[in-house]
Structure formats: structure tokens, C-alpha cells
């Protein structure tokens, strides 16, 4: 088992939905989350972290962690055609990341 | 420059050829990491640098790979005797303290193995 699972997608929304990623991860120790953007042909952007549980905040974002069912989500309000990409989510162990194998999302105009 | 700078970009190499791929981080940033992404998964880790040491290498797949930073800046990913399964896009990322978490990722390296 994968320390950090994914769905893949791909999702496809229009322009204005709400979208909710999703993550599951394995263990209860883990303590900072990340959430990345990748477009195509680029290198992972950090779009939001956050550390235990509860949620944060930012613009169109809000990312949320869920501690006792080991579960982490972003979701992004009044989705953009320029939000389509790969979302990957993150967990820190030590000085490395373990990423989740991405959600390709889609906003169709 | 002002992000992580990675070279080249895209590289094809011949089975059994030996690469050599750079990263250039931000300047200033004690951390740098390297991670592989094959096609359609997330990146995994390879190898971790703080300053010139080389503190993790537990992601690195085989004696083949080996990676350097020996004046703790530049840092570059030697692969050996290169094989088809090693095609991938190699990422570079370079963060300020050692903690990693906010880490900025180069465009990467695009290898493939023919």
C-alpha cells in the first residue's frame, strides 16, 4: 500500500463548479500536508500547506485536514479554465515529501 | 536567475549511454532535492543535499545513479549505463532552510532511453 493514494481523474468540471480533491494517507504520524499544482511540461507549485488538522484558507482555495479518518482535501471555488492541471498532494516525512500520484483536473469553459 | 534552473530539458540517450543532468537552485538555498516523475505519477524521491552533504540517498534506485553538490550549489545527477525504465522527467527543487516543506521545483529533465 501507497503511503499517500490519489484518485487520478481525470475530473471534468465547468467553468464556476466547486471541485473537491481528495487524498488518503496511511499514517497517523504525519503532521504537515502539501497541496501542489503541476501544469503541463512544468514543475510542481506550491499551492497551500498545512500543519495537523483543521483548515487554511487562500483565495479560491481552502485546504482541509481530517486526522482521524487520515484524509485531506482541497477544494477550489469559482473554478477557472487556467486551474486545469495536475493537483498532487503532499505529506512531509523528515527532510523528503511523499507525494500522491496527482488528480488531472479539467475546467471546461 | 530567480527560480531553480534545470539543464537541459529534454535529453534522450542511447541504452548504455551515461547522463549527466544540473540543477542550479535559488541562490542562498541550503536544501536541495531531487525527485524522479514517470509518466502520469506523482514525483518520488531520490536523494536530499543540505549545504554540500549529501544526507539522504534512499530513494536513489541502483548504484548507477549517483548524484554530487560539492561546493553546495550547483548539483548534478549522474545517471550510468542508462536503461529504458530510467526514462523520466528528473526534478530539481531547492528550499531555503532544511525542513523542506516549502520547497520550489525546477522545470525538470525530460530523459529518454532509447
Known amino acids: 500500500q501507497k503511503e499517500v493514494e490519489q484518485d487520478p481523474g481525470p475530473l471534468s468540471v465547468p467553468e464556476g463548479a466547486i471541485v473537491s480533491l481528495n487524498c488518503t494517507y496511511s499514517?497517523?504520524?504525519?503532521?504537515?500536508f502539501m497541496w501542489y499544482r503541476q501544469y503541463s511540461r512544468k514543475g510542481p507549485e506550491l499551492l497551500m500547506y498545512?500543519?495537523?488538522?483543521g483548515n487554511k484558507e487562500d483565495g479560491r482555495f481552502t485546504a482541509q485536514v481530517d486526522k482521524s479518518s487520515k484524509y485531506i482535501s482541497l477544494f477550489i471555488r469559482d473554478s477557472q479554465p487556467s486551474d486545469s492541471a495536475t493537483y498532487l498532494c503532499?505529506?512531509?516525512?523528515?527532510?523528503?515529501?511523499?507525494f500522491g500520484g496527482g488528480t488531472r483536473l479539467m475546467v471546461k469553459p | 536567475g530567480a527560480g531553480v534552473s534545470q539543464s537541459p530539458r529534454y535529453k534522450v540517450a542511447k541504452r548504455g549511454q551515461d547522463v549527466a543532468l544540473r540543477c542550479d537552485p535559488i541562490?542562498?538555498?541550503?536544501?536541495l532535492f531531487w525527485y524522479q516523475q514517470a509518466l502520469g505519477q506523482g514525483p518520488e524521491f531520490l536523494t536530499y543535499?543540505?549545504?554540500?552533504?549529501?544526507?539522504?540517498k534512499s530513494g536513489l534506485p541502483s548504484d548507477r545513479f549517483f548524484a554530487e553538490r560539492p561546493e553546495g550549489s550547483v548539483s548534478t545527477l549522474k545517471i550510468q549505463r542508462t536503461q529504458q525504465e530510467d526514462s523520466a522527467v528528473y526534478l530539481c527543487?531547492?528550499?531555503?532552510?532544511?525542513?523542506?516543506?516549502?520547497?520550489?521545483f525546477g522545470q525538470g529533465t525530460r530523459l529518454t532511453v532509447v
Open positions: 543535499f543540505q549545504n554540500e552533504a549529501q544526507l539522504d
Open positions: 527543487a531547492s528550499s531555503f532552510s532544511g525542513v523542506g516543506t516549502e520547497a520550489f
Open positions: 498545512t500543519y495537523s488538522s
Open positions: 541562490s542562498g538555498h541550503v536544501s
Open positions: 503532499a505529506i512531509r516525512k523528515g527532510n523528503m515529501l511523499t
Open positions: 499514517n497517523s504520524a504525519f503532521q504537515y
